[in-house]
Nanobody, 124 residues
Framework: QLVESGGGLVQAGGSLRLSCAAS????????MGWFRQAPGKEREFVAG????????YYGDSVKGRFTISGDNAKNTLYLQMNSLKPEDTAVYYC???????????????????WGQGTQVTVSS
């Protein structure tokens, strides 16, 4: 089970940190990622991390503003979001991929477990 937290309402230019705690049955994770979905739009890749090794990859729209990280001991994934913009408004989901793939996939079908989502709203 993946449970996100940390969403909320913030003004443009502000920051938020999202957390995603993994609990329940232990499963192997090759990669974890953050996606977001705004009303009327498709789910969009935000950032991903290889759980072993820590390499990261970001979507173009968040590069330089967002940072993904993971804490193995706490079984928790984070997304630090700085310099937020109104267009960052969406429901943010964390996801875990249990099948080995080269690199970090931006495709939703590469991820097997999903959280319930947390709302992030950025006001102008």
């Amino acid at each position: 089970q993946l449970v996100e937290s940390g969403g909320g309402l913030v003004q443009a230019g502000g920051s938020l940190r999202l957390s995603c705690a993994a609990s329940g049955r232990t499963f192997s994770r090759y990669a974890m990622g953050w996606f977001r979905q705004a009303p009327g739009k498709e789910r969009e890749f935000v950032a991903g991390i290889r759980w072993s090794g820590g390499s990261t990859y970001y979507g173009d729209s968040v590069k330089g503003r967002f940072t993904i990280s993971g804490d193995n001991a706490k079984n928790t994934l984070y997304l630090q979001m700085n310099s937020l913009k109104p267009e960052d408004t969406a429901v943010y989901y964390c996801a875990a991929g249990t099948r080995w793939r080269p690199g970090i996939s931006t495709d939703v079908t590469a991820y097997d477990y999903w959280g319930q989502g947390t709302q992030v709203t950025v006001s102008s």
